[in-house]
Nanobody, 123 residues
C-alpha cells in the first residue's frame, strides 16, 4: 500500500484546509486510517482516526474543529481542518492500519505511511 498525502499549505489563523490521502496498491476499505502530525521540534502525535467500522477519534485539542472521513469507493481519506490555530502548524501524515487492535492513537498500530504534507498557520 502506498499513501500520498496532499492539501497542505499556508493559511491564516481561523481558516480552513482539507487534507487528502490517496491510497494505491490495494484497497484500504477495511483498514483503519489516521492522521498524525509533527510540529517543529516536537514528536509526531496522533490527530484523528477512523476505524473500519466508521468510528472516529480525535485528540482533545482538535475535537470539534477537525473532521476525519473516508471515501471507500475512491480509496481516499480526508481531514477537514477548520478554525485553524498557529499551534496546528506541522507536517501532517496519513497512515493505514490493516488490522485493528484498539490502539488507534499509537504509531505502531499503522503499517503504512504517507510522505507528509506541510500545514502552516499564520497568526
Amino acid at each position: 500500500v502506498q499513501l500520498q498525502a496532499s492539501g497542505g499549505g499556508l493559511v491564516q489563523a481561523g481558516g480552513s484546509l482539507r487534507l487528502s490521502c490517496a491510497a494505491s496498491g490495494r484497497t484500504v476499505s477495511s483498514y483503519g486510517m489516521a492522521w498524525f502530525r509533527r510540529a517543529p521540534g516536537k514528536e509526531r502525535e496522533f490527530v484523528a482516526a477512523i476505524i473500519w467500522r466508521g468510528n472516529t477519534f480525535y485528540r482533545n485539542s482538535v475535537e470539534g474543529r477537525f473532521s476525519i472521513s473516508r471515501d471507500k469507493a475512491k480509496n481516499m481519506a480526508y481531514l477537514q481542518m477548520n478554525s485553524l490555530k498557529p499551534e496546528d502548524t506541522a507536517v501532517y501524515y496519513c497512515a493505514a492500519d490493516p488490522r485493528y487492535s484498539g490502539s488507534y492513537y499509537e504509531e505502531y498500530e499503522y503499517d503504512y505511511w504517507g510522505q507528509g504534507t506541510l500545514v502552516t498557520v499564520s497568526s
